[in-house]
């Protein structure tokens, strides 16, 4: 008989101070579940964030809370099973993914429990020595290396002969054969939405993007030719990148069309924007077939193919939003972190956007761990030039070391104090370093030399007050557009958005903090 599996996505960490925190359907998961269906596998999902997406929950650090079910309700929901595959995406839920795996455990004595997502693939021999209670962790791309290997423990076989897996020799963490990345990306089975609670964020109108509506998560590549040095996506993805075909892509929005009302994309990919001939094929298929749906790429895209005749194209076939993300406005730092964009040309491409009639937004990082406040000043003159040309939205964040990237390689190896104040080090990879991934405004950790934690604290808060100063100076009915947006509730640009989120998360009702952390 197969075994019967859980898949379990955790409650999304975030700070009280976070500019954003959106709330997303487990696109993972659900791919992770259709592979399983199509093997013939039998599977379920216990979704923490969409069970619950409005209940936050304090930590035993006041600064930080959770959206989704306490520890003990998901643990009961888990039940009983012969494998449970829990989920960690973001380095900052590693803390409370620890506490439910286990309570699961606790649960679930003779259980395999599996880890998986981007922090386990970047660090999975920590995760192993760090939470004992879980068996085997999943490097990369998950749907062919879970099927496999819970066919492998339904029958019996030792796991060590299964490629793509993080596991324990004789005590030890260790790593199977590698294995290769999914090239028949169309053969791939769609997310098993079904599974998943997904009406509640389509009747909610949850989502990445700006003011969704019913949306539905897709992802129309994957990987990422690119190596920036403060990205996992070489460790996670490889630097191969492969694009569905635009037709199956159609195919897929239109079953959301029609099974569930979807009225707007939200495009997860790392870097949806590489081929010029792609996005054209696919926006011309979005308006040949008379489809009034909406579609965004809100975390961000390059700018190499979005001249201004392709940006019609787009907004043409739905596009209201686009998020660019230079990085930075400093030469040297692009130099350094290896982002390979040229900031003209960029400056050009969202100045078409904006003439086009699209709402642009912008995202920043500041304090890389070579830069000084010289390098900061130059980025406050990109953003003076962006907010000139009508841009609409910044978002600023502070450099941080996630596992997996080159960046954090090198910090961890040399033991780079985080916080001068209590001597701690990125190579303990402590709970208070996990949290500290949850950016915020309202304080910030500095690996800058040259920048004081309370210096890119200021830093952060001055570029956002030079731009959004700039953007009402020059066009005062954004402003009053933005008061009235916030008193009605309403959504048009990330800052309405943010805005918003902020004020829920600050008059939230307040859970003891033992209802989810203190689990034994």
Not at 99 to 105: C, D, L, T
Not at 221 to 237: A, D, I, V
Not at 346 to 364: P, Q
Not at 423 to 446: M, P
Request: glycine content about 8%.
């Amino acid at each position: 008989m197969p075994s019967s599996t859980v898949l379990v996505r955790i409650p999304m960490v975030v700070s009280r101070w976070a500019m954003a925190s959106p709330l997303c359907p487990p696109i993972g998961l659900a791919y992770l579940a259709g592979s399983m269906r199509k093997a013939g596998l039998p599977v379920r999902c216990v979704d923490a964030l969409g069970e619950a997406p409005f209940k936050h929950t304090l930590l035993e650090d006041p600064n930080f809370m959770t959206y989704g079910l306490t520890i003990p309700e998901i643990a009961e929901r888990v039940g009983h099973a012969d494998v449970i595959g829990v989920s960690v995406i973001f380095s900052n839920g590693w803390p409370v993914a620890k506490r439910i795996v286990r309570a699961i455990r606790a649960a679930n004595p003779d259980a395999l429990i599996v880890l998986g997502g981007e922090h386990v693939t970047a660090v999975p021999e920590f995760c192993l020595s760090d939470c004992p209670e879980a068996d085997v962790c999943v490097r990369g791309e998950g749907e062919e290396t879970l099927v496999e290997l819970v066919k492998a423990h339904g029958e019996g076989r030792d796991l060590s002969g299964v490629a793509g897996l993080a596991l324990r020799k004789e005590g030890v963490p260790g790593r199977t054969q590698e294995r290769g990345r999914i090239r028949a990306l169309d053969d791939i089975p769609w997310p098993a939405w079904e599974l998943v609670p997904l009406e509640t964020y389509l009747s909610n109108e949850l989502g990445f993007g700006i003011n969704p509506g019913r949306t539905v998560p897709m992802l129309a590549t994957r990987g990422c030719p690119y190596q920036c040095t403060f990205c996992s996506n070489p460790q996670m993805w490889t630097t191969r990148w492969q694009a569905r075909s635009a037709q199956e892509v159609l195919r897929e929005i239109g079953h959301y069309m029609e099974a569930y009302g979807a009225r707007n994309i939200d495009f997860y990919d790392l870097t949806a924007v590489v081929k010029r001939d792609w996005l054209v094929e696919f926006c011309n298929g979005i308006i040949e077939r008379g489809w009034k749906i909406t579609w965004q790429m809100p975390a961000g895209t390059r700018s190499e193919a979005l001249d201004a005749e392709v940006l019609e194209l787009m907004l043409r076939s739905g596009v209201n939003h686009l998020t660019y993300a230079p990085e930075s406005g400093s030469e040297l730092s692009l130099k350094m972190i290896k982002k390979r964009i040229g900031l003209k040309k960029m400056v050009g491409s969202m100045r078409d956007a904006v003439r086009a009639g699209i709402k642009v937004k912008m995202n920043l990082i500041f304090g890389f761990p070579h830069e000084t406040p010289r390098d900061i000043l130059d980025s406050f003159a990109f953003i003076k030039d962006v907010a000139l040309i009508g841009v609409h939205d910044l978002i600023i964040n502070s450099f941080m070391p996630y596992p997996g990237s080159e960046l954090f390689n090198q910090l961890h190896q040399e033991g780079k104090v985080r916080d001068s104040g209590t001597g701690r080090v990125i190579s303990t990879l402590d709970e208070a370093y996990f949290f500290s991934l949850a950016n915020e405004l309202s304080s910030s950790d500095s690996y800058a030399p040259a920048i004081s934690n309370r210096q890119l604290s200021l830093f952060k808060v001055a570029g956002l007050m030079w731009f959004y100063g700039l953007s009402f100076l020059f066009r005062p009915q954004r402003l009053l557009r933005t008061l009235v947006n916030f008193l009605q509730r309403k959504e048009e640009t990330r800052l309405d958005a943010s805005l918003g989120q902020l004020r829920d998360r600050l008059v939230s009702r307040k859970e003891k903090p033992s209802s989810l952390i203190n689990t034994p």
